[in-house]
């Protein structure tokens, strides 16, 4: 049997403009006040982070198996959510990838990105996640 992962996080509440949530030796500030903050990533924005850096580290994983080269990646993400009742009905992304490789590399790439995201795949099974893979 393979054993399973696990995750924890704690968050709590500052103020009523502030929450903290802490991982390892990591502190990251929630943007939890009714008016928002323009210093902290509020939930939705959280949700987005995640997406990009399960798709960031996904790449870091399979480029050394596919010997694939790139000298940079950026992740852009646009996330559409509905009020009632309020949840996540899509989210689009574009992955731009520096590199040389050809476009069947670049694709293969892509599928990898896809096929092996914890947080992609999770998240392309609750709402839409479509997007695209673009040379720079």
Same mark, same amino acid.
């Given at each position: 049997?393979?054993?399973?992962?696990?995750?924890?996080?704690?968050?709590?509440?500052?103020?009523?403009?502030?929450?903290?949530?802490?991982?390892?030796?990591?502190?990251?500030?929630?943007?939890?006040?009714?008016?928002?903050?323009?210093?902290?990533?509020?939930?939705?924005?959280?949700?987005?982070?995640?997406?990009?850096?399960?798709?960031?580290?996904?790449?870091?994983?399979?480029?050394?198996?596919?010997? =694939?080269?790139?000298?940079?990646? !950026? /992740?852009?993400?646009?996330? $559409?959510?509905?009020? *009632?009742?309020?949840?996540?009905?899509?989210?689009?992304?574009?992955?731009?990838?520096?590199?040389?490789?050809?476009?069947?590399?670049?694709?293969?790439?892509?599928?990898?990105?896809?096929? =092996?995201?914890?947080?992609?795949? !999770? /998240?392309?099974?609750?709402? $839409?996640?479509?997007? *695209?893979?673009?040379?720079?």
């Amino acid at each position: 049997m393979i054993p399973l992962l696990e995750y924890s996080v704690t968050a709590r509440r500052i103020s009523p403009d502030e929450s903290r949530a802490n991982c390892k030796e990591s502190e990251l500030i929630l943007d939890t006040a009714l008016a928002g903050r323009r210093d902290a990533f509020n939930p939705a924005e959280l949700f987005l982070a995640s997406i990009a850096a399960c798709m960031l580290k996904g790449i870091e994983r399979v480029a050394p198996m596919l010997q =694939f080269s790139f000298r940079g990646v !950026t /992740v852009r993400l646009h996330g $559409i959510r509905q009020d *009632k009742p309020p949840k996540m009905l899509r989210v689009d992304y574009e992955i731009t990838v520096e590199t040389d490789e050809p476009d069947r590399r670049l694709e293969l790439l892509h599928e990898n990105i896809r096929k =092996f995201g914890t947080i992609s795949n !999770t /998240v392309a099974a609750a709402c $839409i996640l479509e997007g *695209k893979i673009i040379r720079k």
